[in-house]
């Protein structure tokens, strides 16, 4: 009975010095409102000038990272009253980030012509499109951030983690998406924002639980403590499947990418080299090979391949001839892309040649542009003659006189 007395104490006070850890960092103080405003300005800043350094300085800066474990602490021995002073200051601090990116950074950035739809920067586009790795990293941030706070020896890592979870962006890229209004290219950011509020808190709780037995027995005995969690789970789930749909995507564009880049190297090369038609036809000159390849949702659709070219026939090609370099084409991917099979069209362009006289087309080049080479040095010894002569008059009429 004195070993449980004792370890009830134990377990006391180490509920006391975790909550003393985590005094006040669920407030909604100037601080926080201060920190927010900051990291919300530079990291809009960074995005719309595409600097990665800049971005990172502003998830260093931002206090999202201590509500957010605060909350995890909250749900554990169950209190709900810390509970929502940690997501009210969460919602305040992406409150302030939206309005700051959306309502004055977004506007002036589209006013000035720096942010356009269709030229956006690659940090902006790269959270515009999350999966399924952005909720594996923000749920190995989770736990990290909370093993440094029950671990002193671990709180070099915090920065590193407050980087790698990346609260604040995808709340910017959000703003500035909408202060288009972009709505549908907002959803990116919002479920990468999402995807991150979860992963933090479902690994911080696992790391608390595993490592802290006061919070594995709270989960165990306390309806309180087990029900945020279930609700944790169950919006990580839901998130997970839209980022599941959006993982697919990627992959088949990756896939895509990668066989599109083989298929026309080998294309635009059989055609330039190995066909009669357009790689030794004086009359046919290729100027372009354009590619037509269809996106996630078009994936049933045939892709297809224009060629432009400049011909003096407005006969040639000749629909046989198309016809059979498309079915070379289509028997040659067979093998490797069983199935495939592309389209050919060809644009002709018809050109016709003037020219002038015909000239003499046997000349001696070299001694050609010797006689020029001569003639100009003669030219520029006439060119100096008359400043020469002027100079010897001046001198002879000096020295004519009587004291020269």
Same mark, same amino acid.
């Given at each position: ?63 999202? %990272? #201590?509500?957010?474990?605060?909350? /995890?602490? $909250? @749900?554990?021995?169950?209190?709900? =009253?810390?509970?929502? *002073? ?113 992963? %933090? #808190?479902?690994?911080?709780?696992? /790391?608390? $639980? @595993?490592?802290?037995?006061?919070? =594995?027995?709270?989960? *165990? ?184």
């Amino acid at each position: 009975m004195v070993v449980d007395q004792q370890s009830l104490l134990e377990k006391q006070d180490r509920l006391e010095e975790l909550q003393r850890s985590d005094d006040g960092e669920e407030r909604l103080n100037e601080s926080f409102i201060v920190l927010t405003i900051g990291a919300s300005l530079i990291a809009s800043l960074g995005l719309v000038a595409d600097n990665n350094a800049v971005i990172i300085g502003a998830m260093v800066v931002a206090p999202w %990272i #201590l509500p957010l474990r605060v909350a /995890v602490f $909250a @749900i554990l021995i169950g209190q709900a =009253r810390l509970l929502s *002073r940690s997501l009210i200051t969460l919602v305040a601090g992406a409150g302030i980030t939206l309005i700051l990116s959306m309502g004055l950074l977004g506007l002036i950035a589209r006013t000035q012509g720096v942010l356009v739809v269709e030229a956006l920067p690659e940090q902006i586009i790269a959270r515009l499109e999350p999966n399924t790795f952005d909720l594996g990293i923000a749920l190995a941030a989770g736990a990290i951030a909370t093993y440094a706070k029950v671990n002193p020896g671990a709180v070099s890592s915090m920065a590193g983690t407050a980087i790698a979870v990346a609260l604040v962006p995808p709340v910017c890229v959000m703003g500035l998406m909408l202060s288009g209004p972009d709505i549908s290219s907002a959803q990116g950011p919002a479920l990468l924002y999402a995807a991150n509020m979860l992963g %933090i #808190l479902i690994g911080g709780i696992t /790391v608390l $639980a @595993i490592r802290e037995p006061y919070f =594995r027995d709270k989960l *165990r005995r306390r309806r309180r403590s087990r029900l945020p969690v279930l609700l944790a789970l169950g919006l990580a789930v839901i998130v997970g499947q839209k980022l599941y749909g959006r993982y697919d995507q990627y992959r088949f564009k990756l896939n895509t990418e990668v066989a599109q880049k083989k298929i026309e190297s080998e294309i635009r090369y059989y055609l330039k080299n190995e066909t009669l038609t357009f790689g030794a036809n004086d009359a046919v000159e290729l100027e372009k090979v354009v590619f037509d390849w269809p996106n996630y949702w078009e994936q049933n659709q045939a892709p297809s391949f224009q060629v432009v070219v400049r011909s003096l026939d407005p006969k040639l090609p000749s629909y046989k001839q198309v016809q059979n370099i498309q079915d070379t084409i289509n028997s040659r991917l067979s093998g490797q892309f069983p199935g495939l099979e592309l389209q050919m069209q060809v644009q002709r362009i018809n050109v016709s040649v003037v020219e002038g006289t015909e000239v003499d087309i046997e000349v001696d080049l070299e001694q050609i542009f010797n006689d020029a080479d001569t003639s100009l040095v003669q030219a520029q010894v006439l060119e100096d003659e008359p400043k020469d002569r002027a100079e010897n008059l001046i001198e002879r009429t000096v020295c004519s006189q009587t004291d020269c």
